[in-house]
């Protein structure tokens, strides 16, 4: 069978790393795009981007984002004539920006410029853009007006008090064709929510219309990670913005918020004690992932919890 895994960027790229090793080309991963955006004139696409350096072993494991082994003599030669430096473009990464922005001018669609970079980076999975149309991911803020969500997340450091999370484009967007195959294939085994932030890197992809009727349809289970431990988002600013928006950083919130989509949430086992109070099946696993041993082991453990919700 074949599973699809819906990530975001760093926290879920790394479980899909682990699916990826596990399951090679029965994978697909539909990638949020929300976050994408033009800058210095050049298409960008940080979770596409993530999931590719990460599945091709080419990801900056300190920074979280961008390339290994990474050199910045462009932003340095930017900076000398008085270019834009709050987004940090490598000299290695502005490769992909330049050659997605140029196949994109030239009518190429997402999909296909993705798919052909994972080709070429060896990756055996399919990596599929959530959508060909343009979703802009935006933050209501208190104070500082509406931003789009890089200059939120860059340059304001996610400082601004969150009111509202918003999808520009979301209603009028489709999916593509591959995306609804992957999701309405009959050889479908599981669907994984990696452990992305729900409300930034997850929502979006539910935004656009079809996929969560897809998700509530599919015979295979779907399947949530949650990324939450003790209170905590594992990384970014998931608990921060939970605690604006006024909800309980807990698992029970994240249970609560995918609601009749899943099926099942796996969580840490630092928070077995909430098991109970879960609107929804759960177990427990290491859900930290520090190695590409913990990357495989929690990807086998889903896919195993997966099997158990099965009908
Ligand atoms: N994140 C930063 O915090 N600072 C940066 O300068 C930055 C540059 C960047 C360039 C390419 C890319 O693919 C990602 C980049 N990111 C950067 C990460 C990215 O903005 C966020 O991590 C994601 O959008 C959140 O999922
Ligand atoms: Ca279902």
């Known amino acids: 069978g074949t599973v699809v895994a819906l990530c975001g960027g760093v926290g879920g790229a790394k479980l ?11 994978l697909t991963v539909i990638v949020n795009t929300g976050d994408d955006f033009e800058h210095l004139g050049l298409h960008i696409s940080p979770d596409i981007d993530t999931v590719l ?17 990474e050199s910045w003599n462009f932003m340095k030669a930017l900076a000398e004539i008085g270019g834009e430096g709050w987004f940090q473009l490598g000299d290695r990464d502005l490769a992909l920006h330049v050659e997605r922005t140029r196949r994109m001018r030239a009518g190429d669609r997402l ?3 993705v798919v052909d970079f994972a080709r070429r980076f060896a990756i055996p999975s399919r990596i599929l853009p959530m959508s060909d149309d343009a979703v802009r991911t935006s933050v209501v803020t208190r ?7 890089q200059r939120y997340f ?16 979301a209603d009028s967007a489709r999916m593509s064709a591959e995306v609804e195959a992957a999701l309405s294939s009959a050889d479908l085994r599981a669907v994984i929510v990696c452990p992305s932030n729900p409300y930034l890197s997850i929502d979006p992809l539910l935004s656009v219309p079809g996929i ?18 003790g209170g905590q988002a594992v990384k970014g600013p998931t608990a921060k913005i939970m605690s604006e928006l006024g909800i309980p950083a807990t698992n029970a ?6 609601g009749d989509l899943i099926d ?6 630092a928070d077995a004690a909430e098991i109970g109070q879960l609107a929804v099946r759960a177990t427990i696993s290491a859900t930290l992932m520090r190695t590409d041993d913990d990357r495989c082991r929690l990807a086998e453990d889903v896919l195993a919890f997966a099997e158990t919700l099965a009908e």
């Open 264 to 269: 099942g949430l796996m969580i840490d086992e």
């Open 16 to 26: 899909a790393f682990g699916l990826s090793h596990l399951l090679g080309e029965r």
């Open 154 to 169: 860059v340059e304001r450091r996610c400082q601004p008090v969150v009111e509202e999370v918003q999808f520009q484009g």
């Open 253 to 258: 919130t994240i249970a609560d918020h995918y």
């Open 143 to 149: 104070d500082e007006g509406v931003l789009p969500f």
């Open 111 to 113: 999909t296909d410029i």
């Open 53 to 69: 350096y990460t599945l091709s072993d080419r990801a900056n494991r300190e920074l979280g984002w961008g390339r290994k082994d």
């Open 212 to 229: 969560s009727q897809l998700l509530a349809d599919a015979s295979a289970p779907v399947v949530a990670v949650s990324p939450i431990i």
